[in-house]
């Protein structure tokens, strides 16, 4: 730390050296300077070296170092015993614990030290970490103990032991070093503690043998929760491990009925143990753990458990999709303050999935370490923290307050938050993530203790599976067994699982859960699947016994019918005398009845007219009723008081007097005589008087209530009705205003009148009723004795009624008895007939359920399997492994079926055929597939990358309402709450390998009951989860990696589709398109055929269950019958029905299979496409667009009725458009593989081709030691191992010894130039097919394999098949449309866009209807814009460099993905452009049209290309020359040049030095140059032409000097006056020349007839030249098409890297050997002295500057190797640079580490070791020996020093400016020189590449065949000046430093790959040198 960049600085440490150098630093935003000052620095840093790096001297000078060493023994002894002391005392335990002190730190100490030597942190364990934390932890753990609860010393020890084993062994990784730890700790027990460790645990001893085993060590266990009752929760010793499990299950329960994320969990020992551990790390002070294990083991689950154990509070972060540094500090802060605001502690539970950022783990570092994060909180924040811990503050004694400074309330926050917060961090192993973390972040490992979650031991997995299983009803062997077998499936998974990476590089995880899943799985489906066989199996056997008591019954019943015929007979004698007398009675009884009717009648008469009287007089009364009812509740609203108030008034109203006067009237009282108060002087009447009193008798109101109204005397009425009723101001609403008393009263005098009105009219009445009534009662007396005589008689008569009635039922009965008899017959007839043909067959389904009933054990058991562990294997793995399976079920006899169907198992025959019809394939894969998501417990996660489940899912739950949605939908978590309350299916579709962490309690279904429904919490929402909820997860990746903490939430089923699937659904689709009636047919009768089955299954059930739920005897249950019947006759019609559909169906499928073969075919190309995504990530095919393009061979090639005939035609027709449409998107490289991938494939397929044969051309066998020896010389090693080991394989036996005794033969096949038609010797040729031949090719000729794939793919499928179609925009852009993007694949010189803009002016789609973007950072709004514009108006857009907008990919795909045809104009068209990269969204990939536009392979391509370009192509300008035929002529030279320079890269830096991108734009505008110069000049200006082309177009791109020379040299073979004429040819072969005059095709037919392979002396090369260039294009071949094919992995290859060592042991025996032979440094200073600095002798100092070099190489080599075996051994931190020098040694190669100190070198390692060792013994042989007479140039680090020394030297003795000299160069003979030359030095060491010397001759000659390489003799460098220099024939050839000869350009001007230039004498012109490439080397590669 901090991390070194590039350039080895360390950005954090210059900044602060800087400060410390300037004391400023600038402001970043306005660059002003900012000083500080009065400011100290402390430092701190652990000692570089082991992954700490060194700190730059420069920062360090301004330092004091001060160095603290660690503890020494008696200093921690003392510090530690100390703190035991006091706690004992202070604790208050006795005296006999004294010694314990002294024991238990030496013996603490004494673990701790041999764990720093023993267990040392290897790459593999760079946990393995151990400081004082880890020794205070341990004395911490003891610490916790009390008197009350440690008994004597022995339990203390035996605590002692328990807190070493939490602190040291569970972090430990393997049964090694947990072996070691638990001898050790048993020999420190007995040597320090003086205990005998096996009497001191014998509590735990598990076989009580004595002896205490490691794994007894697991019952050890200490905690504070085994006592639930006591609250003081001591740190107790756990005895009993079931009560423990109970205690914790009970804290499960609890936890899971307070939680909103209830847990699943089994506590097992397993997990008993782990909760342990955690709750000790809770409960120690500041302390935090750090849980080691893959997803799926219970880290995070058993954490939340041990902090609701502890009373603490449980924090997490939810992490989001855009979930970035400011939220995660934010929810830091949360989580501190709570920690340390609250009483309560907290518990941080953070994984390393949650690791956004690696900044978070930064701050989780700081956290571990110091309690806070520093600069988190702002300064407000800080405030408001201080006022807080303020309010806590006063709270506390007085002594224990701080002094209240802000500072101070901080720091106590801090302090706070280090005692209440603990953080549990967990973390997996897999990957170097970890490791990587570990090494930066190092409290993750001292601050924390370490709990490393093993897998799961195999008592833990049998613990699980018994616990489980013993309630399942089954014997005690099976459940053994199932147990066994529940653990074989998991470690076999394991197994298959390794084998699926190594072979497929495909991830799939085992981890606990899925084992929870199997056994879960398991239970239920037995129970489920037992239950549904035992029904179906009763109701056939309740069916057969209603059958066999219906047989039963039939004679019984025929004996009965017999018996019951004579009683029959009397019944009906006795019934017929009775009737007689019946009738005779009932005559008399009519006449009594005639006289009683018409008495009957008069009394009904006199009774209706007494009636009528009454009804009179109630409709008189009903009129005065009302009136009067109405008068007495005015009376009775009235009160005594409102009487009194009208007694009161001294003169009353009138209207009261009024009223009272005819109250008085009615009552009789009689008036007052008064004198008139007028003053007449009469006396007058006055009723006032007589009023007050009437008002005075307290009964008044009373007596008015039953006033006799009946009987009013008329004279009184009389008066009444004059004097008062007919007075206006008799009124009761007048008398109202009066008095409300007096209203009352008013309307009972009304009332009486009217009262008395009616009833003097209905008094007659009511005396008429009265005589009325008399006489009625006397008759109906007279009547009534009548009617009792009458009554007499029927009495008589039904007696006699009766009698007859009841000997009619005893006849009907009989006749009842006889008639049910014949029925039950006919009916027992009846069911036997119809049902007696079921009667086997039920008998058979009986006993085959009863079978299966046995049988379902073993197979739910392996079904369950299949469910939990195979769902992301591929079909050959999951047969593999079920196969396995099912024979180790037979081994444990666990009853199961021979053979293993999960269809059979689990399948529902009838939902599979839905699911069919819905798109699901039928292979059985697939339904497979379809059983295990409707049978697994977790939600399903499909690999889909052929969009099969997709579709399948979407039509399967159309009906219910399927809701489709995707993570970048911005409203997915909206429409996934509807559809979770609603109950509809979900579909999340095209997710990656990261599932947005929002949805875990969903894929948990972590459900808890709230307010008496069924909840689910969704990020912050809670809300109701409904039962009919299903969720679908489909990813459209080929090969995603789920990490387990992903896998184990869903279940991952692999989707891939399957060739038996495809094949049927391409089999559908051409017999659809073929006979579209067939198809139609086939499809009416699935459809009937699946309804008739399920009526017939319907039919089925309904008879068994009438005959199963019919009471008593089926027989007498008529409709039971009747429905029996019918639903027999339905059944048979049905069936016959069935029957004849299926005779159809067979002929349909006759005939359909006859399509079989194309479907067969069209298979096997779609898979042999499927993997080049391997090959290239661009390169994706989607099924759609496979399906697509099929359709469109079917519907374009040529019919025919010959179906063979016709089956050819679209074979050929679809395979050659298949290659043509993926060519168009292949790079060149990848053409010919193609090719003859599906050559190969093919031919397999037809068992032509056999696959061993295949992987030995492709790989050359694998080998170990070849036992025989090589024949021939000139045969190189490897290709006699290929051909030994090819002699092992079939047809080949024999081919060794041919070879031996045919040596010559084979020799001449090995020198051919055209091996791969050579014919084979000793008859090989007739023994061996083409495809053999290649075989052997390849072990003698690898380099002519290409040309041999070539002639074996156009012998096999015809020429057209290795030429691939040009480059075609038009034809391209006709199969796009509106919807479907349209992609450049780019490659390194290729630029479409010219093409694209001239093609777009073309279809009218120039200027502003082409939007061209290219993307980059902040482009992607604009980009958006554009699309939407450009879909809305139909223009097009094109959007360039997809590759460098990685972030802004998934936008692009969401919005392909959101254009389709409805809502986009039909000429919009979206043009992308993209380097190949693994960011690219695969959809767009797979639905778009891809294309490459690069240079096509090859000249003849090339120059056809360029003649089909633009302005070429334009007949205009092509026949519009001034000079036609010159122009054609140099034309044609131009292009020739334009496809020379491409090609000539294939040739490496013989060709090139550094590989130029030339593209069309070079050619475009050297083209219309060539143009303008003829028209406007009359002669042809050739150096113009030369120099604009050469220098100026193609050679702008040039940057090396000598690939100048080269182009230049090439072009003048084009651009010369010789080209004119006729004769001119532009090769020695003289087939390649400039075509005579003639049109534009004429050009385009010459150059498609020149050959395919191209002769090196085209190029100028030498035919060796083809040699490295075949070779390379042979493992490019080779390498490309591994990549696509199962990786074969064996013991063989692993045996023989190395013989079988593993990686650490070679590395470290490598680097071993090496450091042997490493000389030690030079000494410079003894060089020094002995080769002083010289004036006349430069070459001492060349010698020590050469020395101190490499010295800086030997130092950097040496330490390297001595750090790797130090950090293999664990002595040091396996840091980045060793990690990257380990995997260098490993695969052979130089690491980069020594590559920054060396000089330049391609050497695999072992070459470069022993040169590097030659180069240090030439400079010792100088030091020790003198300078050399003849130098090796190649052995010098810096030869330029070397060469300028010489020089010098030269220049010094003559005194000549060295600047005046230069060398001349004579080549000397091969011998020993005895003295150096006299001027100048002889060097030695230099090879030729692409000639040799001629020493003969002394000249460059041509090289030999197959040599590449010639050895030079010594040269005398001889300085002279430059004037002096003699001029000879010569070639200027450069030296180069290695075979690479590109360098970067340093500032000589040259590169620094180049030495010099050396003029070698030659005979031949330079530009024949120039063209071969020939140049020098100091070394080569090998």
């Known amino acids: 730390m901090p991390v070194r960049e590039t350039y080895g600085a360390q950005p954090p440490i210059e900044l602060l050296r800087q400060w410390l150098d300037h004391w400023l630093w600038y402001d970043r935003k306005d660059c002003s300077t900012m000083k500080l000052v009065d400011v100290q620095i402390v430092a701190a840093m652990g000692p570089p070296g082991g992954g700490r790096n060194v700190v730059t001297p420069r920062f360090l000078r301004h330092f004091n170092a001060i160095t603290i060493n660690d503890f020494d023994d008696d200093s921690m002894s003392t510090i530690f015993k100390s703190i035991m002391s006091w706690h004992l005392d202070t604790r208050g335990f006795s005296k006999e614990f004294q010694p314990c002190v002294e024991q238990l730190v030496t013996g603490t100490l004494e673990v701790y030290k041999q764990s720093m030597t023993s267990l040392l942190p290897t790459p593999a364990k760079s946990h393995y970490l151990f400081n004082l934390r880890d020794f205070a932890r341990v004395i911490q753990g003891v610490l916790l103990s009390d008197p009350e609860t440690i008994a004597d010393m022995n339990a203390m020890k035996r605590l002692w032991v328990h807190e070493v084993f939490r602190v040291f062994y569970d972090r430990l990784v393997d049964d090694h070093d947990r072996d070691w730890l638990f001898k050790c700790v048993r020999s420190v027990t007995k040597d320090n503690l003086n205990a005998e460790f096996d009497g001191l645990f014998s509590a735990i001893d598990s076989d009580s043998d004595g002896i205490v085993q490691e794994n007894d060590m697991r019952a050890l266990l200490y905690c504070d929760f085994s006592d639930p009752k006591n609250d003081r929760k001591d740190y107790l010793e756990v005895t009993d491990l079931d009560k423990l499990r109970v205690v914790v299950e009970g804290n499960l329960d609890e936890f899971n009925n307070m939680s909103k994320k209830p847990m699943n969990l089994v506590m097992f020992r397993f997990a008993v143990e782990h909760v342990s551990r955690i709750s000790r790390i809770l409960k120690q002070p500041r302390s935090h753990a750090l849980l080691v294990g893959v997803g799926g083991s219970g880290r995070q689950s058993l954490t939340r458990l041990a902090a609701h154990m502890a009373d603490a509070e449980l924090c997490q972060v939810e992490i989001g999709k855009g979930y970035l540094l400011p939220d995660w500090r934010e929810d830091l802060k949360k989580i501190l303050r709570k920690a340390a605001f609250g009483d309560q502690h907290a518990v941080f539970l953070f994984t390393d999935t949650q690791i956004k950022e690696e900044a978070f783990l930064e701050d989780v570092n700081n956290l571990l370490n110091a309690g806070e994060v520093p600069n988190l909180f702002a300064l407000d924040e800080k405030q408001e923290i201080c006022e807080k811990m303020r309010g806590i503050d006063k709270q506390k004694e007085k002594s224990k307050q701080t002094d209240g400074t802000p500072i101070a309330l901080f720091n106590m926050f801090v302090q706070r938050v280090r005692d209440q917060l603990h953080i549990v961090l967990a973390m997996s192993s897999i990957g170097d993530a970890f490791r990587n973390r570990l090494r930066k972040f190092p409290s993750l490992v001292n601050c924390c203790t370490i709990d490393w979650f093993q897998p799961w031991p195999q008592d833990a997995l049998a613990a ?60 239920t489906l037995l129970g489920k ?908 857009v094109v959007l360039q460099n997809c590759h460098l907008a990685v972030s802004w990919m998934p936008t692009l795909e969401k919005i392909c993905e959101e254009l389709n045809p409805e809502n986009t104009h039909p000429d919009f068209r979206l043009w992308l452009t993209s380097y190949p990269s693994d960011n690219f969204p695969v959809s767009v990939l797979q639905n778009g049209v891809k294309m490459t536009n690069e240079p096509p392979k090859g000249l003849r391509a090339n120059i056809v290309r360029s003649y089909l370009s633009d302005p070429i192509c334009d007949p205009e300008f092509f026949e519009g020359a001034k000079k036609s035929k010159e122009f054609k002529k140099l034309l044609y030279g131009l292009c020739f040049f334009h496809a020379l320079v491409q090609e000539r890269r294939k040739f490496g830096p013989i060709g090139w030095n550094i590989p130029y991108e030339f593209n069309e734009t070079d050619l475009r505008i050297s083209v219309q140059q060539l143009s303008m110069f003829l028209n406007e000049y009359e002669e042809i200006p050739f150096e113009a032409v030369t120099y604009l082309t050469g220098e100026c177009n193609y050679g702008g791109r040039v940057t090396d000097g000598w690939d100048r020379r080269t182009l230049i040299t090439q072009l003048e073979r084009f651009y010369c006056p010789a080209i004119l004429d006729e004769m001119y040819r532009f090769d020695s072969t003289h087939v390649y020349y400039a075509p005579p005059d003639g049109d534009y095709d004429s050009y385009l037919a010459y150059t498609r007839g020149l050959p395919l392979v191209i002769p090196p002396s085209v190029f100028g090369m030498h035919s060796n030249a083809d040699i490295t260039k075949d070779q390379a294009e042979t493992n490019q071949l080779f390498d490309s098409i591994l990549l696509t094919q199962i990786k074969v992995h064996g013991s063989k290859a692993r045996a023989s890297s190395s013989g079988g060592k593993s990686g650490d042991e070679v590395v470290s025996d490598v680097a071993a050997d090496i450091l042997s032979k490493l000389p030690p440094n030079f000494d410079t200073d003894a060089v020094l002295r002995k080769y002083p600095t010289d004036y006349s002798q430069s070459m001492n100092t060349v010698l020590v500057q050469e020395m101190g070099r490499f010295n800086k190489l030997l130092s950097s080599v040496r330490s390297s190797l001595i750090n790797i075996q130090k950090a293999i051994r664990g002595l040091v931190v396996m840091s980045s640079d060793l990690e990257e020098v380990f995997v260098s040694i490993l695969k052979g190669k130089i690491p980069g580490l020594w590559m920054q100190h060396s000089y330049p070198s391609l050497k695999p390692l072992g070459s470069y070791v022993n040169d590097f060792l030659a180069r240090l013994k030439f400079l010792q042989d100088w030091y020790e020996s003198g300078p050399p007479n003849v130098f090796w140039l190649s052995g010098f680090y810096f030869t330029q020093a070397f060469l300028t020394g010489a020089q010098q030297n030269y220049a010094r003795k003559y005194a000549i400016p060295i600047d005046l000299l230069e060398y001349d160069y004579e080549m000397l003979e091969d011998r020993d020189y005895g003295f150096p030359p006299e001027d100048g030095v002889y060097v030695r060491g230099l090879f030729l590449d692409g000639a040799r010397w001629d020493r003969k001759a002394g000249v460059l000659a041509e090289s030999l065949p197959k040599v590449l390489y010639d050895t030079m003799p010594v040269i005398w460098l001889k300085p002279l000046k430059r004037s002096d220099i003699p001029e000879r024939p010569c070639y200027v050839t450069p030296v180069y430093k290695t075979s690479e000869r590109r360098g970067t350009l340093s500032t000589t001007g040259h590169s620094t790959n180049f030495v010099l230039s050396m003029k070698v004498p030659s005979d031949k012109p330079p530009e024949h040198w120039v063209c071969r490439g020939v140049a020098l080397l100091c070394q080569l590669d090998n």
Not at 469 to 483: A, N
Request: glycine share 6%; net charge negative.
């Open 464 to 523: 699980v599976a018994s616990r489980f299983l013993e309630d399942v009803e089954m014997s005690e062997e099976t459940r053994t067994g199932c147990i066994t077998m529940c653990k074989n499936f998991h470690t076999s998974a394991q197994t298959l699982s390794n084998r699926f990476h190594l072979e497929l590089e495909r991830h799939n995880y085992v981890t606990p859960t899925s084992y929870l899943e199997l056994i879960n799985t398991f239970k």
């Open 529 to 1436: 699947k037992r239950s549904e066989v035992m029904k179906a199996k009763r109701r056939y056997e309740i069916g057969l016994e209603k059958l066999e008591s219906a047989a039963s019954q039939v004679s019984s019943m025929q004996e009965e019918l017999t018996a019951l015929q004579p009683q029959l007979v009397v019944a009906s004698k006795e019934v017929a005398q009775i009737m007689v007398k019946v009738e005779k009675d009932s005559i008399e009884v009519a006449k009594v009845e005639k006289v009683v009717k018409a008495d009957e009648a008069v009394a009904n008469e006199q009774a209706s007219a007494a009636k009528a009287i009454k009804d009179e007089c109630d409709a008189d009364l009903a009129e005065a009723i009302p009136i009067l009812n109405s008068a007495l509740s005015a009376l009775n609203t009235l009160t005594q008081n409102d009487i009194t108030m009208v007694k009161s008034m001294k003169s009353p109203p009138a209207g009261v007097k009024l009223v009272m006067e005819a109250i008085c009237i009615l009552k009789g009282s009689k008036p007052d005589r008064i004198p008139d108060p007028s003053g007449s002087g009469k006396k007058i009447e006055d009723y006032w008087g007589p009023s007050k009193r009437l008002l005075g008798d307290m009964k008044f109101l009373d007596s008015l209530s039953t006033f006799d109204k009946d009987n009013i005397p008329v004279a009184v009425v009389k008066i009444i009705r004059t004097k008062y009723c007919t007075n206006p101001d008799f009124d009761p609403e007048k008398v109202k205003t009066a008095s409300n008393a007096a209203e009352g009263l008013c309307r009972w005098v009304l009332a009486m009148e009217a009262y008395d009105r009616v009833a003097k009219v209905v008094a007659p009445k009511k005396e008429a009723l009265a005589g009325a009534e008399t006489e009625l009662a006397t008759a109906m007396e007279a009547l009534e004795k009548k009617r009792a005589t009458l009554r007499e008689v029927q009495a008589k008569l039904k007696l006699l009624e009766d009698t007859l009635e009841a000997n009619k039922r005893k006849k009907a009965d009989l006749e009842n008895q006889v008639d049910l008899c014949s029925k039950k017959l006919d009916r027992a007839e009846k069911l036997i007939g119809g049902l007696g043909g079921e009667k086997d067959r039920w008998g058979q389904s009986a006993k085959e359920l009863a079978t299966r009933y046995l049988n379902l054990t073993g197979d739910i058991l392996i079904s369950s399997g299949v469910v939990a562990y195979l769902g992301a294997f591929t079909s050959a793995y999951r047969q593999d492994q079920i196969i396995e399976w099912v024979k180790t079920c037979k081994k444990l006899t666990i009853p199961c079926n021979d053979e293993f169907f999960l269809r059979e198992t689990l399948g529902d025959q009838v939902a599979i055929r839905t699911w069919n019809i819905a798109g699901l394939p039928t292979d059985n894969f697939s339904v497979d597939n379809g059983i295990i998501i409707s049978n697994a417990r977790r939600w399903p996660l499909m690999i889909d990358p052929q969009g099969q489940a997709n579709k399948w899912v979407k039509n399967m739950e159309k009906a219910n309402n399927l809701h489709v949605v995707k993570q970048s939908d911005g409203d997915f978590i909206r429409t996934l709450e509807n559809c979770i309350q609603f109950g509809t299916p979900v579909l999340l579709e095209n997710v990656g390998e990261d599932i947005d962490p929002v949805l875990e309690p969903l894929l948990l279904k972590q459900t808890f009951k709230q307010g008496g429904s069924i909840c689910i919490k969704l990020g912050d929402s809670t809300i109701e989860y409904s039962s009919d909820f299903r969720f679908y997860i489909t990813t459209k990746l080929r090969n995603p990696h789920y990490l387990p903490e992903t896998a184990v939430k869903v279940t991952l089923l692999n989707f891939m589709i399957t060739p038996e699937g495809l094949e049927d659904q391409l089999l559908g689709i051409v017999v659809t398109r073929e006979r579209p009636e067939l198809e139609e047919e086939k499809s009416a009768l699935i459809l009937q055929s699946a309804d008739n089955k399920r009526q017939l299954k319907e039919i089925e059930d309904k008879i068994l269950e009438v005959l199963s739920s019919s009471e008593g005897n089926i027989l007498e249950d008529e409709t039971a019958i009747k429905v029996l019947s019918s639903s027999k006759v339905l059944a048979n019609e049905i069936s016959e029905k069935q029957a004849i559909a299926e005779e159809t169906e067979k002929m349909i499928d006759d005939t359909r299979m006859g399509y079989k073969p194309i479907a067969v075919h069209s298979s096997i190309l779609f898979f042999s496409i499927a993997d080049l995504a391997n090959i290239e990530p661009m390169y994706q095919y989607s099924l759609p667009w496979f399906i697509s393009l099929f359709m469109g061979s079917i519907d374009n090639s040529e019919r025919s009725e010959n179906l063979v005939t016709r089956l050819q035609i679209l074979r050929e027709h679809f395979t050659y458009s298949l290659y043509c449409n993926i060519c168009r998107s292949l790079f060149e490289k990848d053409k010919l593989l193609f090719s003859l991938l599906l050559c190969i494939n093919l031919l397999t397929a037809t068992g032509e081709v056999d696959p061993q044969h295949w992987r030995f051309l492709l790989t050359g066998g694998i080998g170990l030691d070849n036992p025989h020896a090589n024949p021939a010389v000139w045969l190189p090693v490897k290709a006699w191992d290929e051909l030994c080991r090819l002699d092992e394989l079939k047809p080949f036996t024999g081919i060794r010894k041919d070879f031996i005794s045919l040596r010559d033969a084979w020799k001449s096949i090995y020198d051919s130039t055209e091996p791969h038609v050579e014919v084979l010797p000793g008859g090989w040729d007739e023994k061996l097919d083409e495809f053999q031949k290649l075989l052997v090719l390849r072990c003698l000729r690898p380099d002519k394999i290409v040309p041999g794939v070539q002639d074996f793919v156009t012998g096999k499928m015809g020429h057209i098949f290795i030429e691939p179609p040009p480059f075609d925009l038009p034809k391209t852009f006709q199969d796009s449309q509106c919807s479907t993007p349209i992609i450049f694949v780019l490659s390194p010189g290729a630029d479409p866009t010219v093409a694209l803009l001239k093609f777009a002016d073309d279809m009218g789609f120039g200027g502003s209807k082409l939007n061209s973007l290219s993307l980059g950072q902040g482009q992607g709004p604009i980009a958006i814009k554009l699309i939407e514009q450009g879909a809305k108006d139909g223009t097009w």
